[in-house]
């Protein structure tokens, strides 16, 4: 299977605080992306890092890439309540389609 | 511009009934793609496709699920003879040609019973 694995599956912490999330996976890659889902509701794009980038910013996001690792983290500064939601990685192979990883649960309490 | 639109946002069938499920992707996309989300997972790809044409199929189960996207009018994922396994969520996606991101729409809830 080429889904990703995400880690930590779970992760609770005060607002203001950083929240890194990782992403493994398994074949080589076009691209990989972030997306956000909040409780029973659709996913949010948030940012998409190709094969040739390391890292990317997006406001209070920050992304990386290793593609030697196989590796992404997202890392959400500063955060807020609001940013409570399941998070999720999906790499872009040689094909159109996307493979979601597992998701880490963020819960962020004020 | 809307975003990606689905509907119904929820659905309940009976054992054996079929369920449509509807897609209408942004303006100016001509790529669908549907997934499937089980309880507690991530998205499983279904299948791509573009106007009249299956691009790949190949998270389809081989029975009963089917999928269109005709010249005019939403994209359509069809599930015939609906069983309680088949009870998830599904989301459609779409994206412009030659663009990697898909935007998603809210989903269709479908509960079998």
């Known amino acids: 299977s080429q889904q990703g694995e995400e880690d930590p599956q779970a992760l609770s912490i005060q607002e203001g605080e950083n929240a890194t999330m990782n992403c493994s996976y398994k074949?080589?890659?076009?691209?990989l992306q972030w997306y956000r889902q909040n409780s029973g509701r659709g996913l949010v794009h948030l940012i998409l890092?190709?094969?040739?980038?390391r890292e990317k910013h997006s406001g209070r996001l920050r992304v990386t890439l290793d593609t030697s690792k196989k590796s992404s983290s997202l890392l959400i500064t500063a955060s807020r309540a609001a940013d409570t939601a399941s998070y999720f990685c999906?790499?872009?192979?040689?094909?159109?389609?996307?493979?979601f990883g597992t998701g880490t649960r963020l819960q962020v309490f004020p | 511009n809307a975003g990606v639109m689905q509907n119904p946002r929820h659905l309940v069938r009976r054992r054996g009934q079929e369920a449509r499920l509807r897609c209408s992707p942004m303006?100016?996309?001509?790529?669908v793609y549907w997934y499937r989300q089980l309880p507690e997972e991530g998205l499983k790809f279904m299948v791509y496709?573009?106007?009249?044409?299956?691009?790949?199929e190949s998270g389809m189960p081989k029975e009963r699920f089917s999928a269109e996207f005709p010249k005019e009018g939403p994209s359509i994922l069809r599930i015939q003879q609906v069983v309680r396994g088949d009870s998830a969520a599904y989301f459609c996606?779409?994206?412009?040609?030659?663009?990697?991101?898909?935007?998603f729409g809210p989903g269709t809830r479908l509960t079998v019973l």
């Open positions: 074949t080589s890659i076009n691209n």
């Open positions: 890092i190709r094969s040739n980038e």
């Open positions: 303006k100016g996309h001509s790529h």
């Open positions: 999906a790499t872009e192979h040689n094909t159109d389609k996307l493979i």
């Open positions: 496709l573009q106007k009249e044409n299956i691009i790949d």
């Open positions: 996606a779409s994206s412009q040609q030659g663009t990697d991101t898909q935007y």
